[in-house]
């Protein structure tokens, strides 16, 4: 096998799962910061009332991530939380500097396009949504 062949079947599809698995327990800890303080925010941050921007992305943080770790509903939840990563960068990180590396912004365009590959790659074969394939194919 050649550095340049794709990668044998069924690696890709495995590996697919182990990112998005990763990408959503990590993102997880962005929401239960935000809404449990833990792990603790960082320090000067004022706490982040539920109702507020701040809160609204803490509820997407925690229960899409757990669905993009679960593989449930993946594209769907995919897309939204890119459009959260996107606004979030443009909102809260752009107007600070154009530099990602300077406005702290370097994990919201990476969750940004992260988010945005799971949308056109779907979840992988290790999610409830490659289950619910499997046995909507076995009944046919």
Not at 17 to 46: A, E, H, Q, W, Y
Not at 106 to 118: G, M, N, Q, R
Request: with cysteine.
């Amino acid at each position: 096998m050649s550095i340049f062949d794709p990668a044998p079947s069924p690696w890709p599809s495995r590996m697919l799962s182990v990112l998005r698995i990763v990408s959503g327990v990590v993102f997880i800890t962005f929401g239960t910061m935000k809404l449990f303080n833990v792990p603790p925010m960082p320090t000067g941050m004022p706490p982040i009332e539920l109702m507020s921007l701040m809160g609204f992305a803490g509820v997407l943080e925690l229960f899409g991530g757990l669905a993009i770790a679960l593989g449930l509903l993946t594209r769907p939840v995919a897309f939204i939380l890119s459009g959260q990563m996107a606004a979030a960068y443009f909102i809260g990180h752009f107007p600070q500097s154009f530099w990602p590396s300077v406005n702290m912004g370097v994990p919201a365009i990476l969750y940004c396009f992260i988010f945005l590959y799971f949308v056109f790659s779907g979840a992988g074969v290790w999610s409830i949504d490659a289950m619910i394939a499997r046995s909507r194919a076995n009944r046919i």
